[in-house]
């Protein structure tokens, strides 16, 4: 319940992702390692609760060392494993470090989700070279560092991996954030070439691209934006940062153990048919620019 005062949280609460129903067996991630990044964020936060409730030890990745601290200690409050990891994904050595400390912590890393990522809606034609390079360096490279980081421990120790990266739609109806499709659109033609150049080395890559996800990052969008997402695919509904939590750990799991290179898209069918306006749609098409 909220009052004036207190803004809804936006998104699953802890106590929610603690408990909240899955497919999944328990003991599917007995044992593993997965390093999450944005791991305190939204959809990381559930893809950390998911990976923890089905045995893994989970290394959680943000640059908030209270938003973390926070994070692990309600899952430890329920006897899950997990430890929080200060480091800015833009930092290709603090990258490095990240790894080579996980690594000597437990012996071993199995598996990376990249959830680290976000943009600001703006029109392209006012993007600023400061506001662009944020972006890209965010999506695009800080999700290059933390892959090759992976890969080459992967590598050096002959250990088996596989990374998941989290993506946006970007194929169809979705507006103002130009520069995010333009990183993503990298991150997945990326991932479709490492998946076949690190076959050999038993490193399997893949792609989810959620559609509509209340998460605490919707600040970013007015709240005329946001109001008009559930109208942006044909089940007329947001989905939820538990809905990708699971298209990822299908990926990590022996449940995707013959799949690599591949997409999984988690946005209701939107697609297909919508859109979605993160900058209000223009009148030219039919909207009032709200
Ligand atoms: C749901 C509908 C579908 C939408 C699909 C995707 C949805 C999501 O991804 S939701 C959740 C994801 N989370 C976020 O997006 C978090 C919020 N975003 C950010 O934190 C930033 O956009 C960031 C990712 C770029 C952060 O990078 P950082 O380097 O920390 O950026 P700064 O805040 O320092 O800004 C740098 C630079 O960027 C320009 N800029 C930033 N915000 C805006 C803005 N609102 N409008 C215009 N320009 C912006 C600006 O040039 C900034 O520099 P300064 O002017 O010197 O501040
Ligand atoms: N929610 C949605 O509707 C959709 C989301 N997505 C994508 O899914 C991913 C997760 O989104 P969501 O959970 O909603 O967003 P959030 O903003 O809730 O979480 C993103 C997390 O990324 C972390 N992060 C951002 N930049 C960096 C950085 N440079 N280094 C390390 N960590 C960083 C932040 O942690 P900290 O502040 O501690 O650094 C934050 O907790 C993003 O890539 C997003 O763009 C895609 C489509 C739709």
């Known amino acids: ?19 909240h129903p899955t497919v999944f067996a328990s003991g599917a991630l007995k044992d ?15 893809i950390a609760w998911l990976c923890a409730r089905l045995g893994a030890h989970v290394a959680v990745v943000g640059r908030n060392q209270t938003k973390l601290d926070s994070l692990v200690a309600e899952m430890a409050d329920r006897d899950l494993k997990a430890s929080a990891y200060v ?18 912590a437990h012996g ?48 050096d120790h002959k250990h088996p991996g596989n990374i998941v990266n989290i993506v946006v739609v970007t194929t169809h109806g979705l507006h103002g ?24 080395l038993n490193i399997r890559v893949n792609c989810v691209a959620p559609g509509v996800i209340e998460t605490e990052g919707w600040n970013v969008y007015s709240p005329a934006a946001r109001a008009a997402y559930p109208r942006s695919n044909p089940m007329m509904r947001n989905g939820t940062t538990f809905d990708v939590a699971e298209a990822c750990v299908y990926f990590a799991a022996p449940s995707g153990k013959f799949v690599t290179g591949e ?28």
């Open 177 to 200: 954030i130009a520069h995010t499709i333009a990183a993503r659109s990298g991150v997945i033609g990326l991932s479709r070439a490492v998946a076949v150049e690190w076959a050999p």
């Open 32 to 46: 593993r390692v997965v390093v999450v990044s944005g791991g305190a964020g939204g959809i990381g936060r559930a």
């Open 263 to 290: 997409m999984l898209t988690v946005d209701g069918g939107g697609q297909l048919w919508g859109e979605t306006w993160t900058t209000g749609k223009p009148a030219y098409f039919g909207g009032d620019d709200t």
């Open 108 to 155: 071993r890393v199995d598996g990376l989700i990249n959830s680290a990522g976000g943009q600001f809606p703006q029109a392209a034609i006012d993007f600023s070279v400061k506001g662009w390079n944020a972006v890209i360096n965010t999506n695009l490279n800080g999700t290059w560092y933390m892959m090759q980081a992976a890969a080459q421990r992967w590598r």
């Open 1 to 19: 319940m909220t009052d004036d005062t207190t803004a809804a949280k936006l998104g699953l609460t802890d106590a929610e992702l603690a408990v």
């Open 87 to 104: 480091t800015d994904i833009r930092e290709p050595d603090a990258v490095n470090a990240l790894f080579d400390t996980v690594w000597a």
